[in-house]
């Protein structure tokens, strides 16, 4: 279990001795594969920490940054691709962990690994995008549909509403001269009989 010992910080120079901190920066390996679904953190990737620990009454305060890369899959394209991430997290380590204290010191260490975990799963993305305007897939054909595409989709009026389409036409170039018409008779709006 070396990886486990990669997260697991001694504070034996903090214990019991309020007021007193320690900051540290180190790098170590995913122990495991984080997250499922469409966003994870392969087991292995290096983890980026930045770490204070502040010694309280109650215990050890644990502040922790995480810097690392996620690897996903896009939401609407399907593109497996990897962005940077970061996420911080906040914990006490209790002396005595009670029911409410999710995490204890143990002996002369704080294991840092399970509240690392829950924060890196919690804060991955649900629906993650390779861009912010990706236009997806084309529904019919299932082939990656371009941008000017996606905008100005060429499809296939239903008959059903060919009748509207044209209506919809017709008033938008009609709305400007009536409007025009309507404010010169001096009448308002909705009384001019047709």
């Not at 901190?21 to 290096?46: F, N, Y």
Request: glycine content about 6%.
């Amino acid at each position: 279990m070396p990886e486990m010992r990669a997260f697991r910080e001694s504070v034996r120079d903090l214990l019991h001795r309020p007021g007193e901190m320690r900051e540290r920066s180190h790098e170590v390996p995913a122990p495991e594969k984080l997250g499922e679904g469409l966003a994870w953190v392969p087991e292995g990737e290096p983890l980026s920490l930045d770490v204070r620990l502040e010694s309280v009454h109650e215990g050890i305060l644990v502040t922790a940054d995480v810097r690392t890369t996620v690897h996903a899959e896009c939401g609407r394209c399907l593109t497996v691709f990897t962005t940077p991430f970061q996420v911080e997290f906040q914990e006490l380590f209790a002396y005595t962990p009670t029911e409410a204290d999710e995490y204890g010191v143990h002996g002369d260490h704080v294991d840092l690994e399970p509240p690392l975990r829950d924060a890196v799963v919690l804060a991955l993305p649900f629906q993650p995008v390779c861009r912010p305007d990706c236009p997806g897939l084309d529904p019919e054909s299932g082939e990656l549909r371009e941008a000017e595409a996606a905008v100005q989709p060429d499809v296939e009026i239903d008959p059903r509403w060919a009748a509207l389409a044209g209506f919809e036409a017709s008033s938008a170039e009609n709305a400007p001269v009536e409007a025009d018409e309507e404010s010169d008779s001096g009448e308002t709006p909705g009384s001019a009989s047709k």
